[in-house]
């Protein structure tokens, strides 16, 4: 019998890479950031390096919560096609979410770069496959919106994503904007770089129990009754934030990961590509940087996390399975499979600003797909609300729109 981890590949690839200690004393800050994931970890390497007295807590381990599940394939794309997203939210909205993700993904490059760290991160372009006709007359819609706005994109018909990637597909959009990385990693070199050149406070296994709001500053309590008194805080927490926002902003989902043992080789065009599909729930796919195949999907509404773990073995099955329809002859052997849950929105976009029930705070909550490209979004509009500055996506991203 072949025993395989249910735990995700990047934890058992990477271990624990960094440990803090849990906060024993009274201490005071400019800005408390709740939450210690890829988000939080950006939030604070962008506000410490402006000047701000940054402290970051985590309840758990860093990085150990959605971060150490995610796939962290980086799109600018939207889980809502252009198009679409244009009817739902009007034209400004939609075209400057689409265009802010390609800033994004360059802006994630230069951080890396800026760290010098090994954290996986590659450009690569991305292919977004019809599955059937029936979403290719739509698909082709999407092109067309893309190219309207100057989106660097190409059709790609059948045969070309037949000759080129070996892929099944009745045509789909290749686009020039996208990444992958380790985002587990990326989160915890962001925070060591942070506090060691920018004097940030990490602590893990704090979690703040209570929270007292007043316009002169917040005070927090954590479980080991200590009190954290803030100008402002920065919840970073992704979809657990629901459980202090009164209205429902977000809809569960569970979704499933499959990596497959290292493959003796994969060809450039594959592993230059991250890939999706049409189908509902999409099947998305990418390569790694030691040679073997990440496919995520199986998507299904959340219930609990035991119901949801319960199918991790059917789902990788599954996933196995769809890979080798969409890439015939193509043989896997799956290595680490894993469960996560995300949130989506009604019209796929983030929540990031402020909430009127929660004074002196703002939220960063990158919800759907593009989780991490909308937080590094976050990085620089934060930066602008806590100095004053406008900044046109805390408008399309309120809470109330």
């Known amino acids: 019998m072949k025993l395989r981890s249910k735990e995700s590949y990047w934890l058992l ?15 005071s800050c400019d800005v408390l950031v709740i939450g210690g994931g890829i988000t939080g970890s950006l939030l604070a390497y962008q506000l410490s390096s402006e000047g701000y007295n940054t ?11 959605s971060t150490s599940a995610t796939t962290a394939m980086l799109q600018y794309e939207i889980d809502e096609p252009l198009y679409a997203l244009i009817e739902k939210v009007g034209e400004n909205a ?8 390609v800033v994004a993904i360059n802006t994630l490059e230069k951080i890396v770069k800026a760290l010098r760290v090994d954290c996986g991160f590659s450009k690569k372009q991305s292919l977004y496959v019809a599955d059937s006709k029936k979403n290719l007359e739509w698909l082709e819609r999407e092109y067309e919106a893309r190219k309207k706005y100057n989106f660097e994109v190409e059709w790609l018909s059948l045969i070309k994503i037949k000759k080129h990637f070996g892929l099944i597909g009745e045509g789909g959009i ?20 942070s506090v060691k050149r ?43 934030s629901q459980n202090i926002i009164k209205q429902k902003i977000v809809k569960l989902i569970s979704t ?50 035991a119901r949801r773990d319960r199918l991790i073995d059917k789902k990788e099955t599954f996933l196995v399975e769809q890979v080798q329809k969409l890439i015939p002859g193509l ?10 849950t ?25 919800f759907g797909g593009n989780g991490i490209t909308f937080s590094v979004m976050g990085m620089k509009i934060i930066s602008d609300a806590l100095s004053g500055k406008h900044n046109r996506f805390l408008e399309y991203f309120r809470f109330d729109r």
Not at 94 to 101: C, H, Q, T
Not at 174 to 193: E, I, N, T, V
Not at 274 to 301: C, H, K, Q
């Open 256 to 305: 499933y990961a499959m990596v497959s043992e290292p493959l003796p080789k994969i060809n450039s065009s594959f592993s230059d590509t991250i890939f999706w599909n049409t189908e509902d729930p999409y099947l998305y796919m990418r390569s790694t940087a030691d040679n073997r195949i990440l496919v995520g999907g199986g998507d299904r509404d959340f219930k609990n996390a």
């Open 55 to 65: 402290v970051v807590i985590d309840k758990r381990d860093i990085a150990m919560g």
């Open 342 to 366: 995300f949130g989506v929105t009604k019209d796929s976009l983030p929540y990031i600003g402020a909430h009127k029930d929660h004074p002196n705070s703002f939220f960063v909550l990158g």
């Open 94 to 101: 939609a075209v400057d979410s689409y265009l802010e993700g």
């Open 198 to 240: 920018y004097g940030l406070t990490v602590y893990d296994h704090t979690n703040a129990e209570n929270i007292e709001y007043s316009e002169k500053g917040n005070v927090i309590t954590t479980d080991g009754k200590s009190t954290i008194r803030c100008k402002k805080i920065v919840f970073a927490t992704g979809y657990e």
């Open 174 to 193: 290749l686009s020039k904007s996208g990444a992958s990385l380790d985002a587990y990693c990326l989160a915890h070199a962001l925070l060591a770089f």
């Open 13 to 27: 690839k990477n271990g624990l890479l960094n440990s803090y200690p849990s906060l024993q004393k009274n201490i």
């Open 331 to 340: 043989k896997l052997l799956p290595d680490f499979a894993w469960a996560g």
